[in-house]
């Protein structure tokens, strides 16, 4: 691209030769890492900056189309002079760090350095576009850290463009590496790679070897054994003999009802056999079955037709049972080496490979870890592009469990759309009012189809759980299978937007004073929401009664009553229970009595435990609160004459009067004078009832 005359470009070019002048400087190596950054140049693309603030130009857009032209030119000059393997491609490197540095600050387009991204790439081979996806590895990040929406176009096109040059079959992993690039560089609910409208990929068809012509010979054979061989004697007989040979009536009803209980006997007998296992299907038959699936496959839709339907069961069936029978015949060889090979070599070769194949197993058998780990590799390392439908490597592919759980994948991923087409599945799905319509389909899979579906998943399931690793392997595929019943909601409503926008500063600065407010001390509000008024606690009552905190400390609070202090409230309520007007009136002063009378009961169980029996159940409490006075103790006297403690009558007799005749005494004193220093005992009355 020449630059002559244009003043502008001539300056860029002199500011970006300096900066790569120093870049080399820095990077003498020529290697990809470190990236340079603004800081790596001590304050030199300020000076672009300054001269591009007092260009000539006025426009943002010349700056731009300038600043283009002159990275261009340079980056022009350094690809035609040197390889992609010298050292001195270094410099690619560094002017493509170097506009990354100025599309930030946009002092360039954004999507410059990935423009001349996608020249590297169309001006490498294979090989050095592996080079370049270094690069793009390592600055991946700060490639899409900024303006990423003038990027992504660019990115996507220059990652297809190479794509379309790869082989899948011999450069699979270079392929991942550009997926993984693309799945990293853009969003998650970035629509670009959805199929919005639901298309199938009906391009990829499967072409197989046709069916191998039927022999006459064999239609003949089985049209004779169609027919019974006593028909076909009889008939011999017949021609064979003549006339001479007809049997008369007799003869022939006889024969007739043998032949009918002979008949009858075999059908009961069996009736009576249990059924037989559905025999192995052969390969020859199974293989035009087989590869006709991968047509459903590719396009599910065509199951909406009943015929089609039918055919994809009884094919997947078909298949299912031949998978079971392999697998079986697998376990039983390695479980017994000696038994011969169910497979029917067809050439010599392959029939040393399978000898080579035994003998190694045999080898290896004592030790079963370097086993495991050899599957664990052949299963990492598998990867079929496209599926060899040889019919001369049918019967090897069937053997191999891993092409066995590429297709039975294939089927769960069918049968799980066919389940998102039971009614239950659909009134799920359109409870949510999907706004994409395009993926939502008309057809209803009824009860007997949806039962079919169900129990063939799940004997699919069993299947792909059996063998080395096989539930780690089932769940993995069972989890991607699950997740994508999500996406498949998220197409039917046209894909909404699932990254949110950043939170702004100043929500973020809200939310910290709100959250310290929350955790700061707070001051307890004079009356708080729900809490009780405690101001009665410190208020004084009138006339200088005490109230409050004051009168919870008078002695009738913390003491306990006397029981003559229920006498009067008990009377009260008796008086009120009689005056009572209504049965209400009655029942609430009895329940004050009963529990007044209560109390006093419990305070005289204390002292006065030997009057209860006196007092009569929920009646007259009087004896309690007036009780008798209490009996002096009675006084040991000692008497001549008496041995052992006894007393004789006549002794009795003259105590008892000498103690009436004292009483007496004292009784007369009492009302003569006063009784201070004085015991009084009991009168003769007392010592009567006593």
Request: hydrophobic share 35%.
């Amino acid at each position: 691209m020449s630059s002559a005359g244009v003043g502008s470009v001539d300056t860029f070019t002199e500011c970006l030769t300096e900066l790569l002048n120093r870049s080399k400087r820095i990077k003498p190596s020529g290697e990809i890492e470190p990236a340079l950054t603004s800081t790596s140049f001590d304050g030199h693309v300020e000076r672009i900056t300054k001269r591009v603030e007092h260009g000539t130009s006025v426009n943002t857009q010349d700056h731009y189309a300038a600043l283009e032209t002159a990275c261009r030119n340079i980056f022009y000059n350094l690809l035609a002079s040197t390889s992609i393997d010298d050292i001195s491609f270094g410099q690619i490197w560094n002017l493509l760090d170097i506009v990354t540095i100025l599309s930030d600050v946009l002092l360039c387009e954004p999507g410059l350095a990935f423009w001349l991204v996608e020249e590297l790439l169309d001006s490498q081979t294979i090989d050095g576009c592996r080079v370049v996806f270094d690069y793009l590895d390592s600055r991946r990040e700060r490639l899409i850290a900024r303006h990423f929406k003038q990027k992504q176009l660019i990115i996507l096109r220059a990652c297809n463009e190479l794509l379309r040059r790869l082989s899948r079959a011999e450069d699979t992993v270079f392929c991942g590496r550009v997926f993984i690039l693309m799945f990293q560089s853009f969003p998650l609910g970035d629509r670009s790679s959805v199929n919005l409208r639901g298309e199938y990929h009906v391009e990829n068809v499967t072409v197989f070897d046709e069916p191998l012509p039927k022999q006459i010979e064999d239609s003949e054979g089985a049209m004779e054994l169609d027919q019974k061989p006593d028909e076909v004697e009889k008939g011999k007989t017949a021609s064979d003999n003549g006339p001479a040979a007809l049997k008369t009536e007799a003869d022939i009803s006889t024969s007739q009802s043998a032949d009918a209980a002979t008949k009858t006997v075999k059908f009961d007998a069996q009736a009576d056999k249990p059924q037989e296992p559905e025999p192995e299907p052969d390969t020859e038959t199974l293989y035009p079955v087989f590869w006709s699936l991968q047509d459903t496959f590719s396009q599910p839709t065509r199951l909406f037709d009943t015929q089609v339907f039918s055919t994809f069961k009884s094919g997947l069936e078909l298949t299912l049972r031949k998978f079971k029978a392999v697998q079986q015949t697998q376990q039983s060889r390695l479980s017994n080496p000696k038994l011969p090979s169910a497979e029917s070599p067809r050439t010599l070769k392959r029939k040393r490979s399978n000898l080579e194949s035994d003998h190694s197993s045999k080898r290896t058998r004592p030790n079963t870890e370097p086993d495991q780990q050899h599957h664990q590799k052949q299963v990492g390392m598998s990867f079929n592009p496209r599926y060899l439908t040889s019919r001369d490597l049918f019967s090897l592919e069937i053997s191999d469990p891993i092409f066995r759980r590429h297709i039975l994948v294939q089927s769960l991923i069918l049968i799980d759309f066919l389940l998102s087409l039971t009614p239950r599945s659909k009134r799920k799905l359109e409870s949510k009012n999907p706004s994409n319509k395009s993926v939502i389909y008309p057809y209803t899979l009824n009860d007997a189809d949806t039962t079919w579906a169900t129990t063939t998943r799940a004997e699919i399931a069993t299947y792909l759980q059996a063998g080395a690793e096989g539930k780690f392997y089932y769940r993995m595929v069972d989890t991607v299978l699950s997740r994508d019943k999500n996406w498949v909601h998220w197409k039917a409503d046209s894909c909404p937007l699932i990254s949110q926008p950043p939170v702004p500063a100043s929500s973020v600065l809200e939310a910290q004073k709100g959250a310290t407010r929350a955790c700061a001390p707070r001051r307890i509000r004079p009356h708080p929401m729900g809490a009780l008024d405690l101001s009665f606690l410190s208020n004084t009552g009138d006339e200088g009664q005490a109230q409050g905190l004051e009168a919870l400390k008078r002695p009738e609070r913390y003491t306990l009553p006397k029981v003559e202090d229920y006498k009067a409230p008990i009377l009260e309520d008796e008086f009120d229970m009689e005056m009572a007007r209504t049965e209400e009136e009655k029942e609430e002063a009895g329940t004050k009595r009963a529990s007044k009378m209560w109390r006093a009961l419990r305070l005289a169980s204390k002292n006065r435990l030997n009057l209860f029996d006196r007092i009569e159940d929920g009646k007259d409490l009087g004896a309690l609160f007036d009780p008798p006075p209490e009996e002096p103790p009675a006084k040991n006297v000692k008497v001549e004459g008496v041995e052992d403690g006894t007393k004789d009558d006549d002794t009795e007799e003259k105590e008892a009067g000498e103690e009436a005749k004292k009483s007496t005494d004292e009784v007369k004193g009492e009302m003569s004078g006063p009784t201070e220093g004085k015991i009084v005992g009991p009168t003769p009355t007392a010592i009567e009832a006593s």
